[in-house]
C-alpha cells in the first residue's frame, strides 16, 4: 500500500532529479561548479506561476515556458564563465542570491517575502515522473554525443580542447544554458507542488544541495547523479523524526566523501548493467579472499 | 609557404620570452627547432597557434593572417600540435580522447542527438571507425577502450600524437613528443613520425632534444637561444655551427675543448 | 552631510570586522588557491564558545575572549589537518577543497541548530551602551570597540606577517607553496600556523558580532559578505581583504541609509558581479590564468 505521503515525496524527487540532471550537464560533465542554481528554479517557478495565475496559460505549456525564461536570464552569467573555478561558483552565488532578493522586493509581481500563490497541485507523480523521465533521456542523449565529448574534453583540460577546435566560452554557455532550462523546469513543476512561492525556498542552502547531489553522485555520472538526488530527498523524509540532524549528517557525509573518494559514490562511472558485474565480481572475490584468509591452516612452526 | 612566423617577438612584463622568431614551412618539410632549455620553443610555438597573443609580428597560414585568431579558430583551420607535458582527456578512453579530435568531421545538428536520427548513428559510427584508424596506426588500437591516464607513458606520447592527427592539419606541430622516452623508444617514436609523415603528406615543425633524432630526419634545423633565432640551416651546418655549440656547452667549455685539443 | 559621515562611521565599524573575518579568509586562498567556505564555522565556534564561557561568570570576560579565539584557531587546526591535508594528500583540487568546505560549514550550522538550538543568545553586556558625541557624530562605544579590536589585531598580523621568521615563510608560501617546501619550509607545520590564525581571527569576530547582532547558528552567513569584501579587494592579497571589507562596509552602510535598506543586499550581490566580470583581481589582488 502505498500512501499518498509517499507519492508525493516521489513527486519532489522526479523534481529534484530535473534540477540534478541539468546542473550535473554543467558541474559534472563541463566542470564548472556553481553555487547559484537555485535563482534558475525561481525563476522558473514564479515564472510559471505568474503565467498560470495571471494569464491563465495551461501547465504543460508554462512548464518549459518556466525554463525557457531561466534559460534566457543564464545570459547574464555569460561574461563571468571566463573566471577561474572558484570564482566562478562565487558569481554564481551572487547571482542565486540576488535572484532571491529580486524576487522578495517584487511587489504585487512576485508577492515578495509573503508570498505568491493560488496555483493548483498540478505536479503529481504522474506528471513529475514523465518529466522526469523525459528531461533524463534527453540529457543522457546530450552526453553521449558529441556535444558531452566537448563538455567532458572542456573538464578535463581546456587547453587541449581548444587545440582541437573547441570553442570553450561557447559550449560553457550552452551548458550553462541548459543547465539553467532543466532547473527553471524543475522550479516550474515545484510550483505547482507546493502551490505556493517564497523568495526563501530558492536559497544558497538549495543551491548547495544540488551542487552537492552533484559531486556526492560522481562528477561525470549522470546516473550517480540522479542515484544521490534520490537519496538526499528520500532521507529526510523517511527520518523525519530525526529532521535536524539530517542536515548534519548531510554535511558530515559530504566532507568524508570528499576526503575519502573524491570522485564521489559512481566516479565517472555510469550505472548499467556491466558496472553491477563488475561490481559483483569485485564484492565476490572480496569475499572469497576473507574466506581463504580465514580457512588457512596456521603456519607450522 | 604554407605556415609563416613574422617578426613574432613576447614580452612577459620585464622578460622577453621570445624576440624577433621569424620562420616559414613549405608544404611537406619537417623542420625542426631546437635550443637549450627555457630558450623560447614552446612560448613560440604557443604562438604560432594562437595560445598566447605576440606582443608583435604575426603568423601566417597559407598566406592568411591567423595573428589575432583565438586558439579554437587556428585549430579548425588546419594547424595542431601536442604538448610538451601531454595533455590528454586523462579520465576518458583512448578512443574518446580521439574521436574527440575527428567528431569536427562528423558533425551533426543538436536536435538530431536529442532525438537519435540515423544522420546521428551513422555519423558516430563513422567518427569512431575513423578513429579507430587513427588508433592502430600509432599502435595503440589494442588499447583503445582504456582509460588515457591508465597507459604507459610511450603510448600517451602516441596518443596525443594521434589525436593531433584526427584534426587532418595542414601543419602539425610537435612539442618534444620523445620527451621522458629511453633511446629505443625514441627511436621507433621517430621512425613513426616519418612514416606518418610519408602516409598522410604531413608538414611537421618538430621541437626536440634528442640530437641524433632531430639531426637524423629534419631537414632543415633552427636554433633557438634566449629568445632568439641563434641559426638556421641543414644538420651539417647547424653541426659545426660555434655559435650554437657554445649556447648550448656554454663558451667556458667551449674554450676548455680548444686548449685540450691544441 | 552629517549624515554621510555618520554612514561613513558605521560602515567602518562593520568594515572593520569584516575585514578581520575577509584576512583570514584571504590568508588561506593566498596558499592554497582555495575558498575555504568553512571560515564561518571558525567564526561562529568563537561566537558561541565566546558566550557560554562569559556566561558562566567564572572567569573575567577578557579571558573568556581569548579562550574563544583559541578554540575557534584550534578548530580551524582541527579542519585543517583532517579535511584539508588528507584531500592536499590526493593532489588538492581546488574543488575538493571547496566542496569539503561546504560540508563542514551545513554540518557545523546545523549541528548548532540540532544540539544547542536555534534561538538568540543574547551576550551579557560588556560595554555601556552609551555613544560618543564627536563633531557632531554619534559613535556608540560598542562600534568603536570593534573597530579598535579589529585594528589591534591586524597591526599585530602585520606585525607576525613580516617580522617573524614563520610569517616570512607563510608570505613565501602564499607566493609559490612548492618552491616554499623545497626551500625547506614545512608545510604542514605552516598551514595548521596559517589555520590557527585564520580561526583566531574569524573567532575574535565571532565574538565581536555575537555582541553586536546577538548569537544565533546563522550569524556565519556574514562571512558572505567578508568574502565579497575579500574579493572587492583582491582575492588573496591580505591589504586588498581589508581594504575591500571597509569599502563594502561603507558602501552596505550608505546603501541601507540612502537607498533602501531592503535593498542592501542586492546592491552588493550585484556589486560583486559586476567586480567579477570586470575586474576579477579587485583593487589590488593577482589574478593568474593557466600556464600552458
Known sequence: MVSSYMLSVLTLICINIVAVAGLSLLTGFTGLFSFGHSGFMSIGAYTAAILFVKFNMPYWAVLPLGGLAACLVSGIMYPTLRLKGDYFAIAALGFGESVRLIMDNGGNLTGGARGFGGMPTLTKWPEALLVAAIALVLMRNIIRSRFGRTLIAIREDKIAAQSMGINVARNQYLALAISAFYCGVAGAMFAFFMTYLQPSMFDVAKSTELSSSVVFGGIGSLSGSVIAAIVLTSIPEIFRPLMQWRMVFYGLALVLTIVVKPTGLMGTNELSFGFLQRFARKVISVGKKNSQATTKPKGGK | MLFEAQHLSKTFGGLTAVRDFSLSINKGELIGLIGPNGAGKTTAFNLMTGIIKPTSGSVRLEGRDITALPAYEVSKLGVARTFQNLRLLKTVSALQNVVTAVQREYSYSFVSALTRTSRFRHQEAAAKAKALEYLDIVGLGQMANSRADSLPYGLQRKLEIARALALSPKVLLLDEPAAGMNPDESLELMNLIESLRKKYDLTILLIEHHMELVMGICERIIVLNFGEILAEGNSEEIQSNEEVIAAYLGPDEEEDEREAIS | ?292
Not at chain 3, 579571558?63 to 583559541?70: C, G, N, P, Q, S
Not at chain 3, 602585520?158 to 617580522?163: G, N, W
Not at chain 3, 571597509?246 to 550585484?270: H, K, N, P, Y
Open chain 3, 1 to 292: 552631510m552629517s549624515t554621510f559621515f555618520q554612514q561613513i562611521i558605521n560602515g567602518l565599524s562593520i568594515g572593520s570586522v569584516y575585514a578581520l573575518i575577509a584576512v583570514g579568509y584571504s590568508l588561506v586562498y593566498s596558499i592554497l588557491s582555495f575558498s575555504n567556505f568553512a571560515h564561518s564555522s571558525f567564526l561562529i565556534m568563537g561566537a558561541y564558545t565566546g558566550f557560554f564561557l562569559i556566561s558562566t561568570n567564572l572567569m573575567p570576560p577578557l579571558l573568556a575572549i581569548f579562550i574563544a579565539m583559541l578554540v575557534s584557531g584550534g578548530f580551524a587546526m582541527f579542519i585543517e589537518r583532517f579535511a584539508y591535508r588528507p584531500i592536499r594528500a590526493k593532489g588538492g583540487k581546488s574543488l575538493y577543497y571547496i566542496i569539503a568546505s561546504l560540508g563542514i560549514s551545513i554540518f557545523f550550522e546545523n549541528f548548532i541548530v540540532a544540539a544547542i538550538g536555534a534561538n538568540y543568545r543574547t551576550y551579557p553586556s560588556l560595554l555601556p551602551y552609551k555613544a560618543i558625541k564627536f563633531l557632531g557624530l554619534r559613535i556608540s562605544i560598542l562600534d568603536l570597540a570593534c573597530a579598535g579590536i579589529a585594528i589591534f589585531f591586524l597591526i599585530l598580523l602585520e606585525f607576525f606577517l613580516k617580522r617573524t621568521k614563520m610569517g616570512m615563510a607563510i608570505r613565501a608560501a602564499a607566493f609559490d607553496l612548492t618552491t616554499a617546501s623545497l626551500m625547506g619550509v614545512n608545510v604542514n607545520f605552516l598551514l595548521s600556523i596559517v589555520f590557527l590564525i585564520a580561526g583566531f581571527l574569524a573567532g575574535i569576530a565571532g565574538v565581536v558580532l555575537g555582541i553586536k547582532y546577538t548569537v544565533y547558528p546563522q550569524l556565519g552567513s556574514l562571512t558572505t559578505k567578508a568574502f565579497i569584501g575579500a574579493i572587492l579587494g583582491g582575492l588573496g592579497s591580505l591589504p586588498g581583504a581589508i581594504i575591500g571589507s571597509i569599502c563594502l562596509g561603507v558602501i552596505e552602510a550608505c546603501t541601507a541609509a540612502f537607498i533602501s535598506s531592503q535593498l542592501r543586499d542586492l546592491i552588493v550581490f550585484l556589486i560583486l558581479i559586476i567586480v567579477l566580470i570586470f575586474r576579477p583581481n579587485g583593487i589590488m589582488g593577482v589574478y593568474v590564468d593557466d600556464k600552458v
